[in-house]
T-cell receptor, first 113, second 115 residues
């Protein structure tokens, strides 16, 4: 069964600290993995997209890693800001079939001053 | 300019009613989607249209019917609303369906509450 599991479910950190969010997937055949940021009351916004051959990808203070062998990804946020408070959703794309995207349930990050 | 817009932003209605949610994108994209996000924040795809043609139709009740009058619009009509339909509905678009790294752009969501 195609599944995407994220951990932790929620996280609270102090402003300026770093944090890492985890994503494990059992999706096959794998095409790519995406991280989305969803602010409260808004639609998701794409942060990174990584294919099978990419191990790491950065977007500003966000760095995503992918280990296709262990089927794990992480999203590392450096020097967190209050505006980083949001839900972070891991999404894996399947390369065949009618349901191309499998969504995780997200990690709710709260950055406090 | 808003890339993907949805109306209304909030919708409160009674069980049994019929309602529509509208979506428009001004990005010139070929593909549009409807997602449902439940109270546990889990996003699930409902429909996808590519160039006005249905390409994904997940297992949703046939009370839900998408309508695409043109490439820039994908509306969602819901008949005989039920309590379990309460959720946030997101519209999204992408440039090309099936492209390996196509990015989906999401609208702001429509918060539907069925009483």
């Amino acid at each position: 069964k195609n599944q995407v599991e994220q951990s932790p479910q929620s996280l609270i950190i102090l402003e300026g600290k770093n944090c890492t969010l985890q994503c494990n997937y059992t999706v096959s055949p794998f095409s790519n993995l995406r991280w989305y940021k969803q602010d409260t009351g808004r639609g998701p916004v794409s942060l990174t997209i990584m294919t099978f051959s990419e191990n790491t990808k950065s977007n500003g203070r966000y760095t995503a890693t992918l280990d296709a062998d262990t089927k794990q990804s992480s999203l590392h946020i450096t020097a967190s800001q209050l505006s980083d408070s949001a839900s972070y959703i891991c999404v894996v794309r399947i390369s065949s079939g009618n349901t191309p995207l499998v969504f995780g349930k997200g990690t709710r990050l709260s950055v406090i001053a | 300019d808003t890339a993907v817009s949805q109306t209304p932003k909030y919708l409160v209605t009674q069980m049994g009613n019929d309602k529509s949610i509208k979506c428009e994108q001004n990005l010139g994209h070929d593909t549009m989607y409807w997602y449902k996000q439940d109270s546990k924040k889990f996003l699930k795809i409902m429909f996808s249209y590519n160039n006005k043609e249905l390409i994904i139709n997940e297992t949703v009740p046939n009370r839900f019917s998408p309508k695409s009058p043109d490439k820039a619009h994908l509306n969602l009509h819901i008949n005989s609303l039920e309590l379990g339909d309460s959720a946030v509905y997101f519209c999204a678009s992408s440039q090309v369906y099936g492209l390996l790294q196509e990015t989906q752009y999401f609208g702001p969501g429509t918060r539907l509450l069925v009483l």
